[in-house]
């Protein structure tokens, strides 16, 4: 029995699928039951370096989606639409879909695994975090058995090795990005990743695998890296620190108002700059690696560490897909949706305010040079119920000094408040940054 492939796009990762599904020699032998049945492209003029049988391009993607030959679409092209559209048609048509979209997914999919299960038809997206590292079938297979509590990911290769670089060579931001995007390592607009989107929509589907519950997108508390200068990283250096941009989930108990003393777990779901200690396993991933951190019980902590892009790793997990879809066609007694590779979860987390998360603080401040701004700041702190470890004067700027301060655990809501009244100190004349501390 062989399967037939419908593939949507053949730029970076669909060439790279291609690839593999063209030369299964060597490989598993269940790639020699998969045929690329048809490439749907923009423009089918294009000359390509890639070999494809006869007949196989059209530029007529939902065709291929609604194609009654077709077993599976390969969603590859990206973007929202018509990627969204096509995967809906493929699965109105009865096509189990593979994709590598974390946008579609963490903005729709409530609306496409609704309709999958309906349609008894599969949504996988192993490619979707991670590149190459198999961290969604970890978390929905090899860790069913766990109670999650944190999942913790650099998952975003682009700020990953911007951050590295400023690190490294002691540059500004401004300047690694715009040698990341003549390296092709950053889009000419680079929001996506550098403000922190792209991890948002990464950790969104991670955390709803983790807690068996739906993510809503706009839930992810989100803060990119564009504030973070190399002075941060030479003093978070001198602390013990390195910065990362991290995405966090976390359950957490919490006594609301609603339950009174009771307490409800909810979770709490964040992208932001981070100071990570440097004994920290995710403090010397670098470069564009990505790493996922997992701890549960009773595993313990388990780390995930690879390419996050790119060809060759993000095929890998396509293709994965494609495979892991095909082995559970062939065993006719195995009921679709199989419970261990589909989503079904029908409820939304609760998500846990910023202001009530336990986390520590970095701060750095340039005040003028007047007596006393020290004792002010440690009372103005004090009086928000804020416990300082460390306050360090670390430079003079012509009639400013810079002043760097690191708090204990601290509600981010009593942090805040002591912010905006330091902010208004006459003796205070900028925050020049705040990074929370793991």
Known sequence: MGFKIGLLGL?????????????????????QELEIYRVGVRDISRPRSLQLPENVLTSD???????????????????????????????????HVVTANKAVISRYGEEIFEAANAKGVYIMLEAAVGGGIP???????SLGANRIQTVIGIVNGTTNYILTRMQTEGADFAEVLADAQQLGYAEADPAADVDGLDAADKIAILASLAFGGRIKL??????????????????????????KLLAIAQKNCQTTEENGDKENELISIRVHPTCVSKTHPLASVNGVYNAILVEGEPIGQLMLYGRGAGAGPTASAVVSDIMNIAAILKTETVPIPHPLLSCNHQHYCQIAKMEELVTRFYARFLTRDTPGVIGKLGTCFGNHKVSLQSVVQTGIHGDLVEIVVVSHDVKEGNFQQAIAEIRAMESIHSIASILRVL
């Open 11 to 31: 730029g970076t990762v669909g060439a790279g699928t291609a690839e593999i599904l063209l030369s299964p020699d060597g490989r598993h032998p269940l790639l």
């Open 218 to 243: 706009a839930d992810v508390y989100c803060e990119g890296i564009r504030q973070v200068t190399a002075s941060d990283i030479d003093y978070a250096d001198k602390l013990g620190f390195v910065i």
């Open 135 to 141: 961290v969604i079938q970890t978390l929905k297979q």
């Open 61 to 95: 993607l939902e065709a291929i989606a609604t194609d009654p030959e077709v077993d599976i679409v390969v969603e590859l092209i990206g973007g929202l639409e018509p990627a969204r559209s096509l995967i809906l048609q493929a699965i109105a048509s009865g096509k």
